[in-house]
């Protein structure tokens, strides 16, 4: 078990110190800290990245000279996925609350950064049952759109919304922002449970098909 978490949390926390590092060194002379949304929609893009580059790295027959079931080998990428979305949402607090912690805004921020987390928990797992089910040159043409998609559609809609305000950038829809605490630890709650069930559903894929891990 140990050689899968390492092979694979190499990507992930490369990909995590490429998020965080600009940030955390440049978020004191930012003159507009509106742009830490384009940093909260870039998680479920990042964290996409990692599962690609992860899952091209091991091969059927890597995993199969490993003592471990299929079930264990699930058990291991899905926690691994969930445990680095906890630092994305951590580093994001951390810069949320230095960077418009005394504002009205921090709290549309914040909605911001648990609903992108919340999306991308489950979206790790649809790429996981995607790599397993159809192999991963399916997953890479399909990250890699998203991706591009992604990142043209967070800046655009980032920058127009900045011109608008002046300043601030996307911030969550206002029933979170603006409604109780209770809203947004449902949401996290019904990501997990959505997260775990589709665990039920790796594992099944992953015991019947024979594509490249």
Known sequence: MSAILRKSSFFFIT??????????????IWENAG?????????????SSSVLWSERQESYAFLRTLPVTD????????????GFIVLYWAILALLIRRAWGASPEY?????????????????AAVWYIVSWRFGTTVLTVA?????VIGLI??????????VKTHGIGILA????????????????????AAYF?????????????????
């Open 15 to 28: 990909h995590l110190c490429t998020f965080s590092i600009p940030g955390l060194a440049t978020i004191p």
């Open 153 to 162: 559609m967070a800046l655009a809609a980032n920058m127009e919304r900045m």
């Open 173 to 192: 829809p206002r029933w979170l922002a603006e409604g109780p605490w209770i809203y947004q630890v449902l949401l996290f709650a019904a990501s997990l």
């Open 107 to 123: 709290a549309g921020y914040m909605a911001l950064a648990s609903l992108t987390c919340s999306l991308a928990v489950v979206l």
């Open 71 to 82: 079930r264990q080998v699930v058990r291991a990428k899905f926690g691994l996925a969930l």
């Open 197 to 213: 069930g589709l665990m039920r559903v790796a594992v099944r894929v992953k015991e019947r098909s024979e594509a490249n891990l």
């Open 35 to 47: 742009m830490l949304s384009v940093m909260a929609l870039w998680v479920p893009l990042w964290l």
């Open 143 to 147: 990250v890699i759109a998203l991706l």
